[in-house]
Every structure is written in C-alpha cells, then in structure tokens.
C-alpha cells in the first residue's frame, strides 16, 4: 500500500444505549480505491460522518492527508468530494443551480468537465430537485461530488438508486479517479458493487472493524443462489453434494431446486445439463443478508443487530 492519506485511529462512538462503532482502525493509501463493506446499521455512515466532521468521535482519531478530521475540518472538506447516504437539498432550486452553488462554494470548477459529467449522467439540470426521481436525487450529489477533481471522495453508499447503466458510468469515474492518482473511499453492502473497482476492502460488522484485506478475500464469504427450473421431477440430492453447494431445496414438487453455493457454478451447471432445463436464474444476496447468516451462527440475535447505528 502507498502511504496513507486516510488514518483512522481507534474510532469510537456511542449513542446512549445504542453502540455505534468501537475500536474502528484503519488505513487508506493514496490513489487506492477502498470499499468499506457491511449490512445495513453496521457503522459505516457514523464512520463517515466522523470522517466529515459532521459528528465527533467519543474516542480516537482521523486524519486525512495529515488533518485532523475535526480540528482542520474546513482544510479537509478542501480536499474532499463527498456524497452523503441521504442527501438534503433545498428542494426549489433546480439541479443546475444547486451544481452552481456547488461550483462557487469550491472557488469555481472546470465547466467543460461538469457538462461532461451532466452529459454522461443524462441530467436534465432544469427540473427542480423535488421533482427529481431518486436515482436522479443521486446524480446531483455524485455531480457535486466529481465535479472538482477532488484529491479524496468519500462516498456514502454511492449506487443507491442509480439503475445499471449509470451505476456503470459510476464505475468508470471511480477509475477514472483511481487512474488520476485520486483516492476513493466508498461504502456499500452490496459485494458485487465492490468488487467491480476496489483493491481492498474493509468490514464492519456490529461497529466494530472485522477484517480489512485485498479483493480476493471477498471469496471467501460470497455466497449467492441459483434456482433452477426442470421439465421434470429432478432429485434435490442430486446437487446437495456438489463442490461449492451448502444446500439445496427442492421446489415445485420436485421440478426445481434452489441451491446456496459459494465458490464456482461450474460444477452446478454441468449437473444441471444431464436434465431438460427450463430456465436458470442466478441472484447474489446483499451483504446485509449475507452477514444476517453469520449473525445467526455465532448466537446474535436480530435485535442485537438492529441496534447498532
């Protein structure tokens, strides 16, 4: 890893009864693209905000390029673009204007680069921005956000809303950026999100830091389901044994079968051609579900988990 240009220090947070995050260290290198992963009221936006001075950690400290988060909070919203998880807009002012009062609030931005990006995100900067669907809510703050070439984005849970086409012009920016020698920290709970664009990633889970370490870890804990449709009654057993599978459930009295796999399909698929197939259809569980399992192996109960912010 390069040097660090984001330091955060044992973070601590609480909100009265309610944990918030614990303990949270980590460091983020120069031109690195990091993906903070973990199901939703896991920590990741108190981290964030602490990290914008929007809140102010109980404990410990964060820094980025050598700044104290809250001391020289002025001096890092300098260096940052940044998208928050719920964005709040005046709602009468149109996209271009809430742009423009962006623009000027940084000193001025190339303007030939913010159409690019108005362009790219097919924005219609006239509508006022109550009137904006919320995937188009979401186009205005990532705007904002890329406009001035920032040296840092940090991103709350950046996709939210986009549809795949924009979520794909998304991740082109984010290595366009990454390329441009700019750091990117975003948030997501969506593994495939990810791993579209991150080096690293970092996990948090009940607020506290679990695992920080390359993409290629994220291996180890992907799972997704694949349900297939027969022509005919296929035994379920038949794939429960296969490389990859955890489990398979018969459906429509024996006619289909859902399977959790992890790992590869090749193994699913070549079983699954011995049998006249109707259809077959892959779906990716969200990280939020993905630890929900892990939750429940390790004895934590839903209310355990729905009470960290």
């Known amino acids: 890893m390069t040097a660090p240009i984001i330091e955060v220090e044992r973070l601590t947070k609480s909100y009265g009864g309610k944990r918030g995050i614990v303990d949270v260290s980590l460091e983020v290198g120069e031109g690195e693209v ?5 199901p939703n009221g896991a920590g990741k936006t108190t981290t964030i905000r602490i990290l914008m001075a929007l809140l102010r950690a ?17 001096d890092v919203k300098r260096l940052i673009g940044y998208v928050p998880g719920e964005p709040s807009l005046d709602p009468n002012l149109t996209g271009g204007q809430i742009l423009e009062y962006f623009a000027n609030l940084r000193g001025g931005v190339d303007q030939s680069y913010l159409k690019k ?7 219609d900067t006239s509508r006022k921005f109550r009137q904006y669907s919320t995937g188009n ?6 705007i904002q956000a890329f406009m001035h070439r920032p040296r840092v984005l940090v991103l709350d849970e950046p ?9 794909q012009e998304f991740d082109a920016m984010v290595r366009e950026a990454r390329d441009e020698g700019h750091t990117v920290f975003f948030s997501s709970h969506v593994l495939s999100e990810v791993e579209k664009t991150c080096s690293r990633i970092g996990i948090i889970r009940e607020g506290r ?5 390359g993409i290629h870890e994220l291996a180890e804990i992907k799972r997704y389901e694949i349900t297939i449709t027969f022509a005919q009654p296929v035994p379920a057993e038949s794939f429960a044994s296969l490389e990859g599978v955890t489990s398979a459930e018969p459906l429509n009295n024996g006619a289909g079968v859902r399977l959790a796999v992890q790992g590869p ?15 077959l259809t892959s779906v990716e569980p969200s990280l939020e579900d993905t630890f929900l399992r892990f939750y429940e192996a390790d004895g934590h109960s839903s209310k355990e988990v729905a009470g960290v912010v």
């Open 265 to 279: 399909a090749d193994a699913v698929i070549k079983a699954a051609a011995r049998y006249p197939v109707v259809s």
């Open 34 to 38: 990091f993906g903070f992963l973990g």
């Open 209 to 213: 830091l679990v695992r920080v370490g």
């Open 137 to 142: 809510k979401r186009k205005v703050v990532l």
């Open 58 to 74: 109980d404990a410990g400290r964060a820094r980025i390029a050598g700044l104290d988060c809250w001391e020289k909070s002025i």
């Open 117 to 123: 990006l108005v362009d790219r995100f097919d924005l």
């Open 159 to 167: 996709t939210s809303g986009l549809d795949p086409l924009n979520q």
